[in-house]
């Protein structure tokens, strides 16, 4: 289990107005298997699961992954932690499923070969053997999701940061990503509108207006969000 | 029929797809060079019938890849009637023809060498000039994605004409091009930051 703490973070992005706050002095440590983040659209949830892949980076304090600070050692991190979007069409950046699932797989099979071989291995644990040679573009929406987590999980990281990877989803494909995603060995770090996915998770986050403002086991969390949102 | 065809690899075992990437991806690059230098009508449509007949022999059907390139060719037509209108049909024919073979025997490239191989040409292409500052695994990655914006671009340009066509404005053009600027480069944006997650080019 990856340790990932977060001291005194504050972020803030530039408009046309000045800088705007979108997360407040927030201090964390996240040692739980599966964690969940919901609130409201534009809370905070976004930007605080970026900080950890390096995606968005601090505009005060510190982000830890295993005592490595995500702003300077961002390869390392990265190597870590993945991260899957809400969007699959977005992520898949090869034609292939195999040449996607290969791309990954770059840094660690130097050789060609193994490294198809490999990559037709990783489509076959997560159900798409046979789906090698099809373009990204002929899936349906559950296998693009489920290839763009092949592609992430390929290379083993210890964590996996998810923003909403189900809302694209309809609903059968969203039972299915969220039965696999609680069931990684990695480290889960799931934002999410699902609540019932949530109340599955170990610990939940309630982040709204840039602050955590519950934070507890996942039913209690989201509970309360049900009964104040 | 998907644009996303034109940047598919399309496995066989012909003569083209038995040679190596970085052969094919030289004697494109001379092919281009030829094609351009050429002058005169006649050697454009020359260059036309002979890409084609290299893509037929590749085993694409291209009957698939002239409808996946419908956009393409509206756009090349437009281009062909602006010449024939300020430089007369000679030129407007070469012009037209020589971007067509072009095309024709780019997608020939890509349908007979899975891009893994053609970044691996690229990257061992470029090994050398590494003294000089250039990195070879991001060129070969640009290459690539290259490669796969051209399908992907003409996939969001029919998104957002049918979004035009449901609004009632086909016919303006601010409708269709500013939507499609838009998520171009939001696009390329979240397409950065997904190969930034992954660790790709790291």
């Known amino acids: ?229 | 029929m998907n644009a996303d065809l034109l940047g598919i690899h399309r496995p066989g075992d012909t003569f083209l797809h038995r040679q190596r990437a970085g052969t094919k991806l030289l004697a494109l690059m001379l092919a281009s060079v030829v094609v351009v230098v050429a002058s005169g009508p006649m050697s454009a449509v020359v260059f036309v019938i002979a890409a084609a007949a290299l893509l037929v022999w590749s085993g694409a059907r291209l009957g698939v890849t002239l409808r996946a390139m419908r956009g393409l060719l509206v756009m090349a037509a437009v281009l062909g009637a602006w010449t024939a209108w300020q430089s007369g049909w000679p030129r407007s024919v070469e012009v037209v023809g020589d971007l067509v073979a072009l095309v024709l025997l780019a997608t020939t490239l890509t349908v007979t060498t899975p891009v893994d191989e053609v970044m691996d040409a690229v990257v061992h292409g470029l090994r050398p000039f590494r003294r000089l500052g250039v990195d070879p695994e991001s060129v070969g990655l640009a290459f690539s994605l290259m490669l796969r914006a051209i399908p992907s671009t003409l996939s969001l340009a029919a998104e957002a004409r049918d979004a035009a066509v449901a609004r009632g404005l086909e016919r303006s053009p601010r409708a269709r091009l500013t939507p499609l600027v838009i998520r171009v480069v939001a696009r390329a944006r979240e397409t950065g930051d997904a190969l930034h997650a992954r660790g790709v080019g790291d």
């Not at chain 1, 034609?95 to 291995?121: F, G, I, N, Y």
């Open chain 1, 1 to 229: 289990m990856s340790a990932i703490s977060l001291e005194q973070v504050t972020v803030r992005f530039p408009t046309h107005d000045g800088d705007v706050p979108v997360l407040h002095e927030t201090s964390l440590s996240l040692t739980e298997q599966r964690i969940a983040l919901v609130g409201p659209n534009g809370s905070g949830k976004s930007t605080l699961a970026r900080l950890l892949n390096g995606l968005v980076t601090p505009t005060t304090g510190r982000v830890l992954v295993d005592g490595l600070d995500v702003a300077r050692s961002g390869r390392e991190v990265r190597r870590r932690v993945g991260f899957v979007f809400t969007d699959p069409a977005a992520q898949l950046v090869m034609p292939t499923a195999r040449e996607d699932v290969a791309l990954s797989l770059r840094r660690t099979h130097r050789d060609k070969v193994d490294r198809l071989a490999a990559a037709d291995a990783v489509l076959a644990d997560f159900g798409l053997a046979g789906f090698g040679d099809r373009s990204v573009h002929g899936l349906s929406g559950g296998e693009r999701q489920l290839l763009a987590l092949a592609g992430v999980l390929a290379t083993a990281p210890s964590v996996l940061v998810a923003d909403e990877p189900t809302t694209l989803l309809d609903l059968g494909n969203s039972r299915r990503i969220g039965d696999l995603l609680l069931a990684l060995p990695q480290q889960l770090v799931l934002v999410t509108h699902d609540l019932e996915l949530a109340a599955r998770c170990d610990r939940a986050l309630l982040v709204r207006n840039g602050r955590i403002e519950h934070d507890g086991a996942a039913e209690d969390v989201v509970s309360s969000y049900r009964a104040t949102a």
